[in-house]
């Protein structure tokens, strides 16, 4: 091989390295397996077909419910495209205030410096409950004192104050063991760790520093479930999952014991845990038929939806009010 | 050096009284090697055995599902790793090379600004890539109104590639003798003749393996993309560079905080895919090199 050859033939490789890695991705509009069967009942077929994209972005907590939407929703448009990101709420109010989204999820309201975000860019919304949360306080299976925590002692627990003084059960109540207390929380980035240190230590973001937090709730699961002496806290549906590992603890917030379930967090009675979980669409964006087009769909079937999603559904009030704060949105501006 | 090649005879010549020494560093030599393997191996081991039940044609056939993950495959992850990967090669491979070939051939290394630019460079290379996500995400998503797409996310990682391509090529590049470029240009080439016909075509093993290998980097990065907004669940492949789209260690990542088991497992098998890429990139870098790599 003569010098001039080699040189073609290696850049002739490379190249074809780069077309190779290009064209691979010309074909592939193969048919999706995984859609064979559908849970959610798709209500109109006759609709015409759309087309678009519908930029949806935010809570992570809430991304598997708008996930689960816009999969089912695939299947009656699938021209549309609903990309569904996870930058967590506060990550995600910041592009929808920038005008760089359609639909924002949140597992907390919307707060004032993020409405003037808004506001700043002219950009108005609606907020629209969409299924509720059970944030649940779970303790490993050989935990056998605490069944029922009050709201008081959960606190005691948590507070910024308890760092480095509550040590052990012991210290949060005379009753329980001198077990070692080892605590797991979502990190502080998370939408349900304001929620959590607002409703029980009552300041959003206090908390004490030094337990182990995770963004990964199952580092959570799997931390609690290997300490006799553990506690932790996350959304509902990691609990479902992992209830032959762990114990839901009942919240006493002045009115007895409450455990988590899907009732007491629908009616309001798992106080102050339980949560709403909201979506926030943009007035300019629901003008968008592709964008009408999906929230029609989500909003209609919610409850079908939440329930493939393994989210606890709203029940009639809250599904009410839904459609009729839905209705408002398509009729303002 | 022939006698030298051999441990035994590297002991022998050592002399008397070395030969425990000279074992127990071997040993100590040995047993690092076995340490950084072993990991390797271990994590491998577990990583395939764990996603074996889902390494099946579906993984590359099915788009990804929330709903149902024992059916679920990462289709639109890998072709939007490939479609950054292409992007990311016709953008910073020429740019890389070029910068390159000035820096050796043509600047001079007394003046200031070349060595600001060198310097600068190798401190490039050293910066974390969340840093550039933040960069992609301020100057090329909003600053230049690309958005969320995958030409935003290409632009971003080829400057991520990019110090790492232009320090190998520069490798490459110096690697060639000086002998070869004084030959040409003694028989009347001039310098562009010289660089195009002798010194590049020489170089290009060293520059191929080094920007496979910054390729490789770049498709296992995941923190860019977190900060570009590459959206978790994409049931689409991207269809051109102003589409959105997602990428395998994104995806992965999503997977994993999913509270269901099967997506765990959805998450190793993909990891497999991941790994089964960055191999194949990595030993196409190696078959070059063999095979081009020359020696003076």
């Known amino acids: 091989m003569t010098r001039g050859q080699r040189r073609l033939s290696a850049v002739a490789t490379t190249a074809l390295v780069v077309v190779l890695s290009s064209a691979a991705c010309g074909g592939s509009d193969a048919g999706d397996p995984s859609d064979t069967s559908s849970a959610a009942p798709a209500e109109s077929g006759a609709a015409a077909q759309l087309s678009g994209e519908v930029k949806v972005d935010g809570s992570s907590t809430v991304a598997p419910l708008t996930q689960a939407a816009s999969e089912l929703f695939g299947e009656e448009q699938p021209q549309v495209r609903v990309p569904v990101g996870t930058s967590g709420t506060g990550g995600g109010f910041e592009k929808f205030c920038n005008g760089e989204t359609d639909v924002s ?48 002692q959960l606190k005691k627990m948590w507070e910024p104050a308890a760092e480095g003084k509550v040590k052990t059960w012991k210290d949060v109540d005379a009753k329980f063991p001198a077990e070692e207390l080892k605590l797991y ?24 520093k030094d337990y182990s937090p995770s963004e990964n709730d199952n580092d959570i ?25 762990l114990t839901a ?21 798992y106080a102050p845990l339980s949560r709403p979980l909201f979506i926030y669409p943009s007035t300019a964006a629901v003008k968008k038929p592709e964008v009408a087009a999906f929230l029609d769909y989500y ?34 501006g | 050096m022939a006698v030298l090649s051999t441990p035994r005879s590297a002991v022998q010549l050592a002399g008397k009284g070395r030969p425990l020494r000279e074992h127990l560093f071997r040993i100590a030599l040995l047993s690092s090697l076995v340490i950084a393997l072993g990991f390797l191996a271990l994590l491998l081991i577990y990583v395939v055995q764990e996603g074996w039940p889902r390494i099946s044609p579906t993984l590359w ?38 910068a390159a070939i000035y820096l050796e051939e043509y600047a001079d290394r007394t003046k200031w600004y070349n060595k600001i630019i060198e310097l600068n460079i190798s401190n490039l290379a050293a910066v974390p890539s969340i840093v550039y996500g933040i960069l992609g995400l301020g100057i090329i998503a909003r600053w230049l109104e690309f958005g969320f797409t995958v030409m935003t996310g290409a632009m971003t990682v080829s400057l991520l590639v990019l110090p790492i391509v232009i320090i190998s090529a520069r490798e490459a590049i110096r690697a060639v003798p000086p002998s070869i470029r004084e030959g040409s240009l003694a028989l009347g080439a001039t310098q562009w003749q010289t660089i195009y016909r002798q010194v590049l075509p020489s170089a290009i093993p060293g520059i191929a ?34 589409s959105s789209f997602t990428v ?16 765990h497992v959805l998450a190793s098998a993909a990891i497999v895919i991941l790994l089964a890429i960055l191999l194949l990139m990595n030993s196409i870098a190696i078959w070059l090199r063999n095979r081009y790599q020359k020696r003076w």
């Open chain 2, 209 to 242: 393996t080094g920007s496979i290998l910054a390729l490789s980097r770049a498709i296992g990065e995941a923190a860019p993309f977190l900060m570009l907004g590459a959206a978790t669940l994409v049931r689409f492949n991207p269809e051109g560079v102003w």
């Open chain 2, 61 to 98: 056939e099915a788009m990804p599902s929330i709903r149902r993950p024992e059916t679920a495959g990462v289709q639109s992850g890998i072709v939007g790793t490939l479609w950054i990967i292409g992007l990311t090669a016709l953008m910073a491979l020429p740019t890389g090379v070029l």
């Open chain 1, 299 to 332: 909003v209609g079937n919610i409850n079908a939806i939440a329930t493939d999603a393994q989210f606890i559904p709203l029940n009639a009030e809250q599904e009410a009010k839904l459609k009729s704060d839905y209705e408002a949105l398509k009729s303002a």
């Open chain 1, 249 to 269: 603890v009942q919240i006493d917030s002045g009115n007895g014991c409450v455990a988590p379930s899907v009732e007491t967090a629908q009616n309001g009675t």
């Open chain 2, 248 to 263: 395998l260690p994104i995806q992965i990542y999503s997977f994993i905080t999913q509270s269901r088991e099967e997506f």
């Open chain 1, 221 to 245: 699961v799997t931390g609690v479930s290997g300490a006799k002496g553990g506690l932790g806290y996350f959304g509902f549906t990691y609990f479902e999952e992992n209830a032959d590992k």
């Open chain 1, 185 to 208: 929380g979502p990190g502080t980035d998370s939408g349900t760790f304001d929620y959590f240190t607002d409703a029980i230590n009552g300041e959003e973001g206090a908390s004490r």
């Open chain 1, 105 to 152: 999820n949140a597992s907390r309201a919307i707060e004032d410096d993020e409405k003037a975000a808004c506001a700043a860019k002219s950009i108005t919304f609606s907020e629209l409950t969409v299924a509720t949360d059970a944030l649940t306080v779970v303790v490993p299976k050989e935990n056998t004192w605490a069944t029922c925590l009050t709201t008081d």
